[in-house]
């Protein structure tokens, strides 16, 4: 069974049929084209599909889409600005925090959201936000230093 599906991606508004089962990062993927949020797990577990609705982190593969009708996402490309990289993603750059880049695009929202809310974090606070982000490849430190100099250059 399909249903409408009324949302705002990244400041645009998409007006979808999607069938109730469907996860909301399928519609992002297959039918809004953006494929920035990954399919890792498909089971809430690593934080790859990681996407902010209406200004929280989710995780997008479990996440029915009918569930975010009428409300505000933004993925990794929307975080930015103006064209501009968000200051984790340039800090992220920076520091080597990106390697496969396979979790970049989920730690990038979990960050963001987290520098929203709390704009000066301790280390403590970042390693909590991104508890939800796994990374097979870095070791986190890296990430967790670009984000506390994401904050630090946002100041
Ligand atoms: S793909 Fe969604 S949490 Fe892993
Ligand atoms: S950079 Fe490879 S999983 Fe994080």
Same mark, same amino acid.
């Not at 999607?18 to 990954?38: F, I, N, Y």
């Not at 599909?49 to 009428?70: F, H, I, K, R, T």
């Not at 974090?121 to 508890?131: F, G, N, S």
């Given at each position: 069974?399909?249903?409408?599906?009324?949302?705002?991606?990244?400041?645009?508004?998409?007006?979808?049929?999607?069938? =109730?089962?469907?996860?909301?990062l399928? #519609?992002?993927? *297959?039918?809004?084209?953006?494929?920035?949020?990954?399919?890792?797990?498909?089971?809430?577990e690593?934080?790859?599909?990681?996407?902010?609705?209406?200004?929280?982190?989710?995780?997008?593969?479990?996440?029915?889409?009918?569930?975010?009708?009428?409300?505000?996402v933004?993925?990794?490309?929307?975080? $930015?600005? $103006?064209g501009?990289?968000?200051?984790?993603?340039? *800090?992220?750059?920076?520091?080597?925090? =990106?390697?496969?880049g396979?979790?970049?695009?989920?730690? #990038?929202?979990?960050?963001?959201?987290?520098l *929203?809310?709390?704009?000066?974090?301790?280390? *403590?606070?970042?390693?909590?936000?991104?508890? $939800?982000?796994?990374?097979?490849?870095?070791?986190?430190?890296?990430?967790?230093?670009?984000?506390?100099?994401?904050?630090?250059?946002?100041?």
């Amino acid at each position: 069974m399909s249903h409408p599906l009324d949302l705002t991606v990244n400041g645009v508004r998409a007006q979808l049929q999607v069938a =109730v089962h469907r996860s909301l990062l399928s #519609v992002l993927r *297959e039918d809004v084209g953006l494929t920035g949020p990954k399919e890792g797990c498909d089971d809430s577990e690593c934080g790859a599909c990681m996407v902010l609705l209406d200004g929280e982190p989710v995780n997008s593969c479990s996440y029915l889409a009918v569930q975010a009708d009428d409300r505000e996402v933004v993925t990794v490309e929307g975080v $930015g600005s $103006g064209g501009d990289l968000h200051p984790v993603q340039r *800090e992220l750059l920076a520091a080597g925090g =990106v390697q496969c880049g396979f979790c970049t695009p989920g730690v #990038v929202v979990s960050a963001a959201a987290l520098l *929203e809310g709390t704009p000066d974090p301790d280390e *403590e606070q970042v390693r909590r936000a991104l508890a $939800g982000n796994l990374c097979r490849c870095t070791g986190y430190q890296k990430i967790v230093e670009a984000v506390l100099r994401a904050a630090a250059s946002s100041r």
